[in-house]
Nanobody, 125 residues
C-alpha cells in the first residue's frame, strides 16, 4: 500500500504560478510512474503530466506543455508539479497518482493503483 498526499493548491490570478507537491508514504521504486491528473466540475478526469521515477523522464498533455514541469525528489519520496502561466481553464482538482506497473500507459488513469485526495487549484481571470 502507498498513501499519497497532495499540497500546494490555492487561488491564483491568471498568469501566476503554483507548485503542487505530492508526498508518498513509503519509498517509491524506480519502475513506478507518478502522474498528475485533474478534474474540473462537470468534466472527466484528464491526464496532465507524468514522471518515470527511475529515469526522471517526463510527459505532458498538450494543453500544459511548456507551462508545467514535473520533477521528483527521491530522498523525500516527493513529486512536484510546477505550474506557470496559469489560465482559468487550468482550474480543477489536481490529483497525484502512482502506477507500479511499467507496462501501463502513463496517460491512462486506469493504470494507476494509488491516488491522493486531491488539491484544488483555482485560477481567476
Amino acid at each position: 500500500q502507498m498513501q499519497l498526499a497532495e499540497s500546494g493548491g490555492g487561488l491564483v490570478q491568471a498568469g501566476g504560478s503554483l507548485r503542487l507537491s505530492c508526498a508518498a508514504s513509503r519509498r517509491t521504486f524506480s519502475w513506478y510512474t507518478l502522474g498528475w491528473f485533474r478534474q474540473a466540475p462537470g468534466k472527466q478526469r484528464e491526464f496532465v503530466s507524468a514522471i518515470r521515477w527511475g529515469s526522471g523522464l517526463t510527459y505532458y498533455a498538450d494543453s500544459v506543455k511548456g507551462r508545467f514541469a514535473a520533477s521528483r525528489d527521491s530522498a523525500k519520496n516527493t513529486v512536484y508539479l510546477q505550474m506557470n502561466s496559469l489560465k482559468p481553464e487550468d482550474t480543477a482538482v489536481y490529483y497525484c497518482a502512482a502506477n507500479p506497473n511499467p507496462s501501463e500507459t502513463y496517460y491512462r488513469a486506469e493504470g494507476y493503483d494509488y491516488w491522493g485526495q486531491g488539491t484544488q487549484v483555482t485560477v481567476s481571470s
